[in-house]
DNA sequence: TTGTATGCAAATTATTTGCACTCTC
DNA sequence: GAGAGTGCAAATAATTTGCATACAA
């Protein structure tokens, strides 16, 4: 999947109501090249990174989050990872416990899932989002 | 379920070679007395976990999950929160956006959707652990 | 006794906030 | 021009670490 030009975010954001700026349309390009989940420090450490505000960092994300652009994910790092929502679909992932290889996967609860586990509850009627995370060993640390 | 007591607590942590010291027993009264998962700052600003140094939670805390005595899990809070494994067994958890209501719910990735999963990728042949939380909106904020 | 675990204290890492200023729409 | 967004700087929150001492086995 080839990077969105600034033009293409830049509509996304409008469309949303939320401004282009430089700085939004920034961290979605870094987040487009990283390819995989990354940490606000670790984006802020990166060369093209170096030049935004941390508040900007965590505002803009929080905000692109907000905006179903970017997905917040816990990879067990203590700390949390952000990923561009390609398409407005999210995925999950796999991570290796010994040296940090993350794959991805598609595969969401389905609606009978679902039921099934809101038939366990009380408190609730419906469920909007979910997380899921695998563990393991990759081959190379087998 | 009853709180285990003391003694058997303390038995849990000799089988695993581990010391049976008054801290980590009081770990896992404190935790059994939660019934929810809860945070390290939460547990120590307890009454009774005020005695307890900070750094003792935290590395207690660490070798009781590595035991598989407790758990840790990602409530979508910006902290890790930790809960009793009863019976060697977990959950996973529904969590209201808006009250942080929790509920339980016990189901997991079956062979068949771990194979599916695995087939998705490369450089994993096995699956040890996984996180699974769902988010919504219950009914009394609804 | 002996190594493991704890307490204390300080450091590190991640994240948030208030406020004045700037820039997009 | 108006209001949303950013930079700066300082604060807060969560978690980790080194080292001397204490305690379970």
Redesign the pocket.
Known sequence: MAEKGNTAY?SL??ER????????LQ?LALLSRAKRPV????LQAGAEGG??????????L??LTAATLVRKVDLR????DYELMENGKHHHHLVCTICGHIEKFTWCPDNKLRKQILKQTKGFTGLDDHSLEFFGVCKKCA
């Open positions: 830049a954001l409008r109501g939320l401004k282009a700026t430089p700085q939004r961290l940490s606000i420090p670790e030049g935004m505000d941390t508040a900007t960092f965590y505002r803009g929080e905000t790092h203590g700390h949390t």
